[in-house]
Nanobody
Framework: VQLQASGGGLVQAGGSLRLSCAASGRTFSSYTVGWFRQCPGKEREFVGT????????TYADSVKGRFTISRDNNKNTVNLQMNSLKPEDTAVYYC?????????????????WGQGTQVTVSS
């Protein structure tokens, strides 16, 4: 499966952005899809995930209550709605996919990755 992340940009603190991860080649609902982010010089960080075949989601504590992951099966996409953005949310955001549902917070457990989209939150 090939992934394409989009929707990044520049936003002021307190604002919102919606990222999308589009899949080609396979039905996206069959995959567990995770969102990660990475700042320069830092390790890739888990943001949240949605479990294959379900609407079950889990989030990092740092984004819980502000970020929401959802599926749009008609468009074969997974979306990351980001509200109440903070400057510390600034990063390149990546979507990733895997067939299983264990180890969802670990980047190395994912088989497919999108190219990343930059999110910049100004103070």
């Amino acid at each position: 499966v090939q992934l394409q992340a989009s929707g990044g940009g520049l936003v002021q603190a307190g604002g919102s952005l919606r990222l999308s991860c589009a899949a080609s080649g396979r039905t996206f609902s069959s995959y567990t899809v995770g969102w990660f982010r990475q700042c320069p010089g830092k390790e890739r960080e888990f943001v949240g995930t949605i479990i294959r075949g379900t609407d079950i989601t889990t989030y990092a504590d740092s984004v819980k209550g502000r970020f929401t992951i959802s599926r749009d099966n008609n468009k074969n996409t997974v979306n990351l709605q980001m509200n109440s953005l903070k400057p510390e949310d600034t990063a390149v955001y990546y979507c990733a996919a895997k067939m299983g549902y264990s180890g969802v917070t670990t980047p190395g457990s994912y088989d497919y990755w999108g190219q990343g989209t930059q999110v910049t939150v100004s103070s």
